[in-house]
T-cell receptor, first 115, second 114 residues
Framework: AQSVAQPEDQVNVAEGNPLTVKCTYS??????LFWYVQYPNRGLQFLLK??????LVKGSYGFEAEFNKSQTSFHLKKPSALVSDSALYFC?????????????FGSGTQLTVLP | KAGVTQTPRYLIKTRGQQVTLSCSPI?????VSWYQQTPGQGLQFLFE???????NKGNFPGRFSGRQFSNSRSEMNVSTLELGDSALYLC?????????????FGAGTRLSVL
């Protein structure tokens, strides 16, 4: 069975500073990895995915994520945070093979960007 | 292209009642998945439908059921509601039958059970 860990419930960062939201995963075989963001009273909005290829993946709104196979990590990053980035962020994994196609989500990290 | 549409957005029910939630996927998407989001358990997978067939099912009791129609629209039903069923129910659709495809989520239906 696959699992995702987001070790930080809350991350605070000052506007203009770089941000990192951590994610580690466990899955049989090669993973498909995703980051989603959720604003209050909204559904999940896709940010980026890693399927194969370059370990650094670029996504929407200036976000990027680095895949590290040896550390089984997929941390979300942004060079310069905006107040509008404040939201709940979820990392998700699914195996690249087999019949289990559903996403397994981490517990979420609340990001607060302080002005 | 319109996104995933879930109706209704909010529901209030009492224990013992049943409820039906609706999801219209993005045009052309044939896979629809349902998730339950609660503060305590986080996001949990309920089931996935593809071409009117349930393809995967999560670890939920039989009170939770779903179906998909020929136009890919999906409904989920919860019978004999319990207080613990209060949650945000999210529907997601994805494109052709490939595991790497992105799941796009609707805004959700917030169910409150009193």
């Amino acid at each position: 069975a696959q699992s995702v860990a987001q070790p930080e419930d809350q991350v605070n960062v000052a506007e203009g500073n770089p941000l990192t939201v951590k994610c580690t995963y466990s899955v049989s075989g090669n993973p498909y990895l995703f980051w989603y963001v959720q604003y209050p009273n909204r559904g999940l909005q896709f940010l980026l995915k890693y399927i194969t290829g370059d370990n650094l993946v670029k996504g929407s709104y200036g976000f990027e994520a680095e895949f590290n196979k040896s550390q089984t990590s997929f941390h979300l990053k942004k060079p310069s945070a905006l107040v509008s980035d404040s939201a709940l962020y979820f990392c998700a994994v699914r195996p690249s093979s087999g019949s289990a196609r559903q996403l397994t989500f981490g517990s979420g990290t609340q990001l607060t960007v302080l002005p | 292209k319109a996104g995933v549409t879930q109706t209704p957005r909010y529901l209030i029910k009492t224990r013992g009642q049943q409820v039906t939630l609706s999801c219209s996927p993005i045009s052309g998407h044939r896979s629809v998945s349902w998730y339950q989001q609660t503060p305590g358990q986080g996001l949990q997978f309920l089931f996935e439908y593809f071409s009117e067939t349930q393809r995967n099912k999560g670890n939920f009791p039989g009170r939770f059921s779903g179906r998909q129609f020929s136009n890919s629209r999906s409904e989920m039903n919860v019978s004999t509601l319990e207080l613990g069923d209060s949650a945000l129910y999210l529907c997601a659709s994805s494109g052709v039958d490939r595991g790497e495809n992105i799941q796009y989520f609707g805004a959700g239906t917030r169910l409150s059970v009193l």
